[in-house]
């Protein structure tokens, strides 16, 4: 891929069928470049790890979040079991992939491949979520223009 993403500590890559019966799950599959992230790296603790939310309007950062770690299949930080816990309180075919040191989610919309924030510490003093409620903050057009926005920071 494009991207040039280091780990501190990297998971083994899943294998095809893992990802298969992943999809299964989801009923959708998983977009190309998505899919790549897991085959060759499935999630760990990056060493680029923060991105920043720009408004172009205002000409400005908004937000830096820093990411504590990637999810991946079959590992203890797992995606399956983090999608399988939230997907009800998430919009339609959103799944969260990493994960900030708040506990809150970065996820990835499987029909747009729009990749978006969750405040989920928000959202758990919320009866009922929304997509158009501000607790997504669009944050890439898709995961590889999100790979390409990371740098590091330190902790």
């Known amino acids: 891929m494009a991207w040039n993403l280091k780990f501190l ?3 083994p890559p ?3 069928k893992q990802i298969q019966d992943f999809e299964k799950i989801l009923t959708v599959p998983i977009p190309k470049s998505f899919r790549d992230f897991l085959l060759e790296s499935n999630g760990g603790v990056p060493l680029n790890n923060a991105f920043d939310v720009f408004s172009p309007s205002e000409n400005l ?3 830096t979040f820093i990411i504590s770690r990637f999810l991946g299949i079959g590992v203890k930080d797992d995606i399956i079991k983090a999608y399988q ?3 009800k309180e998430l919009p339609p075919f959103f799944v969260p992939f990493a994960i900030d040191s708040f506990s ?5 919309s499987l029909k747009t491949e ?3 924030f969750w405040d989920h510490q928000s959202a758990m003093s919320k009866s009922k979520i929304h997509k158009d409620k501000p607790l997504f903050l669009f944050v890439a057009e898709n995961f590889e223009e999100f790979m390409e926005k990371l740098y590091y920071q330190k902790n």
């Open 9 to 11: 500590t990297k998971h």
């Open 104 to 108: 809150n989610f970065m996820c990835i």
């Open 14 to 16: 899943v294998t095809e």
């Open 61 to 63: 950062t908004l937000y």
């Open 114 to 116: 729009e990749i978006y």
């Open 85 to 87: 816990i939230f997907h």
